[in-house]
């Protein structure tokens, strides 16, 4: 008997967080945080796993959605073994690090848990066990002494992602995480198992999102350089809101490559902060990982550092490029503060590049045009929105039809959706029933469990 239970991000694209009962042996995929919530709120329900058997956590990639409950996690269970592969272990650190302040200053607003310190991720990150692509381990239980094979697969989310096969007497579940099965700028698209899966636990963040009405990848990356090549022709600069880990260093790659084709005018690039460090990670792992040129490596692309600004007006006088965490624009980020200042200057742009959640700063962002007022929060400052805003689809998750594409290739007799909108599940879902007669789909749902 095997039971799924999701602890959070069934349906909701802001956490990550699923347990398996495995004939007892208990697995835990993922342990991430909500990015738009604090305190307890922002983590899974814990509290369900107390009377289930557990013994290892397996983490698919490092972004905070998928990791940063795991501190909190080991906390409550500080038995359980943690699996990553060594690429998100390295990232890990940094990022867990880097969020201790932010969270210390959340909770104690909230009050209602304790924040970790850097010297408890530093023990944290020492139990981590690493595991490279494509080399199975058995793990064997001690309580009754039971085995499980796992094997992890480069997922082509970001550098370190991974996609989970779990082997046990002969029944195979494969758990997604975030997946592109398509290539990207820097990294290759996912590697999946040869063999068929009899359980898929697939993600569905993009099926709802039409292909069509997006355009493809070339008729994309057009867009986006005439739009530049535009706005930097009258003198104005471009702010580019990313994720410091993935985004930056992909979207980073496409501008570098456009300048030096000519198909975009060469300006000043500006980064700074955490991206930096792991664009390094990037390339210190490249001849690792599935890199499309390994050779290549980020860090020789000329940039300016973005924290050495003192006045944002220089690039009134200096048109450049600006990328700028958080990619959603969350409230304290620098993209944030950019975006305030870019709303004045009527000749800039503001570039989105990926998905943004409603309930965020950058969906209301992404969903304005110049000469809009908008608000931002509880403060009621009105913006005239003076610059122009474009928005753009260039993601690291699977399109709709690679999704249908992965269930093609594994051919599982059972398929779970998790991590996407109601709209996302039920066109996946549904096509999935069209497509593969027999098979059987089911929608995750936080806190029911599926048995099979």
């Known amino acids: 008997m095997i039971q799924f239970l999701p602890l959070a991000g069934a349906n909701d694209s802001g956490i990550n967080c699923f347990y398996l009962n495995i004939d007892g042996i208990g697995v835990i995929l993922d342990s991430g945080v909500h990015p738009r919530k604090v305190g307890s709120e922002s983590l899974p329900d814990f509290s369900k796993l107390e009377d289930k058997p557990i013994d290892y956590v397996f983490i698919s990639h490092a972004h905070q959605d998928h990791i940063g409950s795991l501190p909190y996690l080991i906390n409550k269970f500080p038995y359980l073994k943690i699996y990553m592969t060594p690429q998100t272990r390295e990232i890990s650190s940094l990022t867990l690090h880097s969020t201790v302040a932010i969270l210390k200053e959340e909770i104690e607003e909230t009050d209602l848990v304790q924040h970790y310190t850097h010297d408890e991720i530093d023990l944290l990150m020492r139990s981590v066990n690493e595991s490279k692509y494509n080399e199975p381990f058995e793990l064997t239980t001690l309580q009754n002494n039971k085995s499980i094979t796992v094997e992890f697969f480069d997922a082509g989310h970001i550098l370190g992602s991974a996609g989970i096969l779990i082997e046990y007497q002969n029944k195979k579940i494969y758990y997604s995480g975030d997946t592109k099965l398509n290539s990207q700028y820097l990294l290759s698209g996912a590697k999946l198992p040869e063999k068929p899966v009899d359980v898929l636990l697939l993600e569905s963040t993009y099926g709802s999102t039409d292909t069509k009405e997006i355009g493809t990848r070339e008729e994309r990356e057009k867009r986006f350089t005439d739009k530049a090549n535009e706005v930097i022709g009258k003198g104005g600069s471009i702010l580019i809101p990313v994720f410091s880990l993935g985004k930056t260093q992909e979207l980073l790659k496409l501008v570098h490559d456009k300048m030096k084709s000519g198909k975009l005018t060469e300006v000043p690039i500006y980064t700074g902060g955490l991206g930096e460090k792991i664009s390094r990670l990037y390339d210190s792992n490249r001849y690792l990982v599935n890199m499309i040129d390994p050779n290549f490596k980020i860090t020789e692309i000329p940039r300016e550092k973005l924290y050495e600004v003192s006045s944002f007006d220089l690039f009134r006088r200096k048109p450049s490029i600006v990328f700028a965490s958080s990619g959603m624009i969350l409230k304290k980020t620098a993209s944030f503060v950019l975006a305030k200042y870019w709303f004045r200057q009527k000749d800039f742009a503001i570039f989105t590049v990926g998905y943004m959640d409603p309930d965020t700063p950058g969906y209301k962002i992404s969903k304005s045009k110049k000469g809009d007022d908008l608000t931002l929060g509880n403060d009621d400052e009105v913006f005239n929105i003076k610059c122009e ?64």
């Open 389 to 452: 805003i474009e928005n753009f689809r260039f993601t690291a998750h699977s399109h709709r039809e690679e999704l249908l594409d992965i269930a093609e290739k594994l051919k599982p007799g059972r398929i779970i959706l998790f991590h996407g909108d109601d709209e996302s599940v039920n066109w996946l879902g549904g096509n999935l029933l069209d497509r593969f007669k027999g098979v059987k789909v089911h929608t995750a749902e936080n806190f029911k469990s599926i048995i099979f």
